[in-house]
């Protein structure tokens, strides 16, 4: 089975015990879409070290956030855990 239906199937069940908030479904590059929502655990993928920016700290491969809000730009907030382990997910909206 592949990874994109495992992560829908557990969205589409987040989503009907209100674990889930706002979502957005964005375009990617290969064409194919990503569905997040708030409550979603993400992990990045790639290195941003903003701090040679002096944009804040580094966002390292490896680190895990549950999404906290998705704004009208459709940026993504999701607080890294500094250790890379899975923090708790927040409680449910609402």
Same mark, same amino acid.
């Given at each position: 089975?592949?990874?994109?239906?495992?992560?829908?199937?557990?969205?589409?069940?987040?989503?009907?015990?209100?674990?889930?908030?706002?979502?957005? &479904?964005?375009?990617?590059?290969?064409?194919?879409?990503? &569905?997040?929502?708030?409550?979603?655990?993400?992990?990045?993928?790639?290195?941003?070290?903003?701090?040679?920016?002096? &944009?804040?700290?580094?966002?390292?491969?490896?680190?895990?956030?549950?999404?906290?809000?998705?704004?009208?730009?459709?940026?993504?907030?999701?607080?890294?855990?500094?250790?890379? &382990?899975?923090?708790?997910?927040?409680?449910?909206?609402?």
């Amino acid at each position: 089975m592949q990874v994109g239906a495992l992560n829908l199937g557990a969205q589409q069940i987040r989503r009907a015990l209100g674990e889930l908030g706002t979502e957005h &479904t964005y375009a990617l590059p290969s064409g194919d879409e990503l &569905t997040l929502a708030e409550g979603d655990l993400v992990r990045v993928r790639t290195n941003d070290y903003r701090s040679r920016r002096g &944009t804040g700290p580094d966002i390292l491969n490896g680190y895990r956030g549950v999404i906290t809000s998705i704004r009208s730009d459709r940026s993504v907030e999701a607080p890294p855990s500094a250790s890379r &382990t899975t923090p708790a997910p927040p409680p449910p909206p609402g």
